[in-house]
């Protein structure tokens, strides 16, 4: 699944409600935030344009792929 709606982190959280808690707790809203918290700062060892899909649109970086 490739849809921000149907996507989750590796902790499991839906990619809104992290991002609510980032905002919640002051954590600047940024890509490499982002994936620290959401992967607890072990991104996968390959990174897949799957990966990248999963991401809130605003952290997503498509230009790693072409």
Same mark, same amino acid.
């Given at each position: 699944?490739?849809?921000?709606?149907?996507?989750? %982190? $590796?902790?499991?959280?839906?990619?809104?409600?992290?991002?609510?808690?980032?905002? &919640?707790?002051?954590? =600047?809203? %940024? $890509?490499?935030?982002?994936?620290?918290?959401?992967?607890?700062?072990?991104?996968? &060892?390959?990174?897949? =344009?799957?990966?990248?899909?999963?991401?809130?649109?605003?952290?997503?970086?498509?230009?790693?792929?072409?």
């Amino acid at each position: 699944m490739t849809s921000q709606a149907a996507s989750v %982190t $590796r902790t499991g959280t839906d990619p809104s409600d992290l991002l609510r808690l980032m905002k &919640e707790r002051g954590v =600047p809203l %940024t $890509r490499d935030n982002y994936l620290h918290m959401a992967y607890f700062g072990e991104l996968p &060892e390959q990174w897949t =344009p799957e990966h990248e899909a999963d991401l809130p649109k605003q952290f997503q970086d498509f230009s790693q792929f072409k």
